[in-house]
C-alpha cells in the first residue's frame, strides 16, 4: 500500500527565494541537467533537481531540512550548463540566506545584518558598546588592581588593556558561539527527523570519524577542486581562509602569552610581538592572505560573465567586511610603528567596531556559513551521503 504524502506549499517562501536572488527558478522545466554536470551531487537523491522544483512549489520545511542545499559550493557549473538559464547555483545561494534567517536566533537580527539600511545600526552598537568598555575601564582597573598604561609612546593597550579587549571579545564571541550552536543543533534535528520520515536505514559512519573527513576536506578543499567552471573560487577561498586562521591562532597565542606564560615567567616575553617575532610574522602573512583573497573574489564578482553567481547584498556584505577588517588590521599595525597616534586610534577603533561586526554577527551574517556547511558535510558523512563521492574522487 501507498503512502500519501501531503504537501502545503508556501508561496510566500517562494516569492522571498525569488526575492533573494533565485529569480530565475521559474524557468527550471526538470531536465535535471544540473544534478547531471554536478560533480559534488551524490548519485542517489542527486542535487540541485530535487530544490528546484521544491522551490517552485515552496516547500519550505523540507528544503530547510535539506543538506544538499549546503553541500553546493555554488561553482555554478549547473547555471552555466542549464538550457533554461534558470541558474540553479543563484536559488541555492538564496536558499542557504533563508536557512541561515530560518534557524538563526533571534530571527530578526538576520533581517538586520544583511540589509544595507540598517547598517549604520549594525555599526552604532558595538561603537556605543565599545565606548562604554572604556568608560568603565578605569573604575574596573581600580576595583580589581589591574593596569591601565602599558607603557610611553603610542601603546593601543592604554586605550584598550588587554584584560579589557579580551574580556569584551570573549563575552560577546562567547554569546556568538552559543547561538551560532543552537543553529546548528536545530538544523541538525530537522535533517534527522527528515531522514527519518523519508529515508530511515541509519547511519553508515560515526560522528567523529565523519567530524575527521570533513575537517581535511575544509583544509584541502577538495569539493571546490571538483567545480570547474570557475577555479579561482578555490584559490580565493583557500586564501582568505588561511589567512583568517593564522590571524585567529594568532591572537589565541597572544591571550596565552599574556596570561599563562607571562605570569609564569621571570622574564616575561614582550607583547606586543617584535616585528621579527614569528607569531608576528605569521599574523602579517595572515592579513596579506586575506586582503588578498577578499581582492580575487571581488574581483570574481565583479565581472560581468554567466560563470560568475549572482551577487547579493548577502555576499556583499560579508565580502566587503571581511576585507574591510584585514585592511584596517594592516593600516593598525603600520600607524602604530610609525608613532601616528590620532590616526593610530581612530583606525584601531574602527578596526575593533570591524571585527565585532565580523565575529558577533557571525550566526546572521554569510559568515554562518561555515556552521551550517561543516554541520551538513558531517552529517552527511554520518548518513551515508557522502560516501559515493568520496569513494569515486579516491579512485580517479
Known sequence: MSEVTAIQPDLEFAQEIVDSGGEDVRKCFQ??????????????????????????????????SDPDIWLCHNCND?????????????????????????????????GWVNRPSMLPLMALIPALLLALAITVRDPIASAFGLATHHGEGMQYANLFPHWLLIGFFSFFLGLAVLLAGVGALRFWKAMTAADQAGNPGGSTKSISASLVAVIKDIFTHQRFGKCTTLLSRRQAHLTAFYGFLALFLVSGWAVIVLYVINPLSESPLPYPFPFLD??????????????????????????????????TDFDWMFLWLLFLVGVTGIFTEALRYAQ???PGYIIY???????????????????AHLVYRTVALVYAEHSGRGVADRTEQTTQ
Open 78 to 110: 549547473c547555471s552555466v550548463h542549464c538550457p533554461r538559464s534558470a541558474r540553479p547555483g543563484d536559488v541555492l545561494a538564496a536558499l542557504r540566506k533563508q536557512a541561515v534567517a530560518h534557524y538563526s536566533l533571534p530571527g530578526f537580527l538576520a
Open 349 to 367: 577603533f574602527i578596526h575593533l567596531i570591524l571585527a565585532f561586526m565580523l565575529l558577533i554577527y557571525l550566526p546572521y551574517s554569510k559568515f
Open 278 to 311: 614569528p607569531a608576528k610574522l605569521v599574523a602579517n602573512v595572515g592579513a596579506l592572505a586575506l586582503v588578498i583573497g577578499c581582492v580575487i573574489a571581488i574581483r570574481d564578482r565583479l565581472k560581468d560573465d554567466t560563470k560568475v553567481g549572482k551577487s
Open 31 to 64: 531536465c535535471a541537467t544540473c544534478s547531471v554536470v554536478c560533480d559534488l551531487s551524490p548519485e542517489e537523491s542527486p542535487f540541485p533537481r530535487k530544490e528546484m522544483i521544491w522551490t517552485q512549489w515552496g516547500l519550505k520545511d523540507r528544503l530547510f
Open 340 to 342: 601616528a597616534q590620532t
